[in-house]
Nanobody
Framework: QVQLVESGGGLVQPGGSLMLSCVAT????????AGWFRQPLGKERELVAA????????RYADSVKGRHTISRDNAKNTISLQMNKLEPEDSAVYYC??????????????????WGQGTQVTVSS
């Protein structure tokens, strides 16, 4: 069984940066696509960024393009999300998730099988 553990959330001022990390443990597949999603209070879960199993392709929500960067270190089973120029609208619970490997990033949260517990990100002055 695969488990995902996120870390790195917190309170940050507008314009600041945060790095979220997600470590996969347990019976981790050798190849898997991954994604970061967020769920603002009272809203549905939405894609932030997704990445293929080899890191060769990424996909971002329009609202974070140019500000956030998803990456992975397969040797460490870690998926990271560097968030820059944070805005109050970025406030949400952030989740990492994994799904079967594919040649293109997987943007649909319904396609993901394993989810972390979430980490809160609050952007406020």
């Amino acid at each position: 069984q695969v488990q995902l553990v996120e870390s790195g959330g917190g309170l940050v001022q507008p314009g600041g940066s945060l790095m979220l990390s997600c470590v996969a443990t347990g019976d981790t597949p050798s190849r898997y696509n991954a994604g970061w999603f967020r769920q603002p209070l009272g809203k549905e879960r939405e894609l932030v960024a997704a990445i293929t199993w080899d890191g060769g392709a990424t996909r971002y929500a329009d609202s974070v393009k140019g500000r956030h960067t998803i990456s992975r270190d397969n040797a460490k089973n870690t998926i990271s999300l560097q968030m820059n120029k944070l805005e109050p609208e970025d406030s949400a619970v952030y989740y990492c998730a994994t799904t079967r490997a594919a040649s293109t990033p997987t943007p649909n949260p319904g396609m993901y099988h394993v989810w972390g517990q979430g980490t809160q990100v609050t952007v406020s002055s």
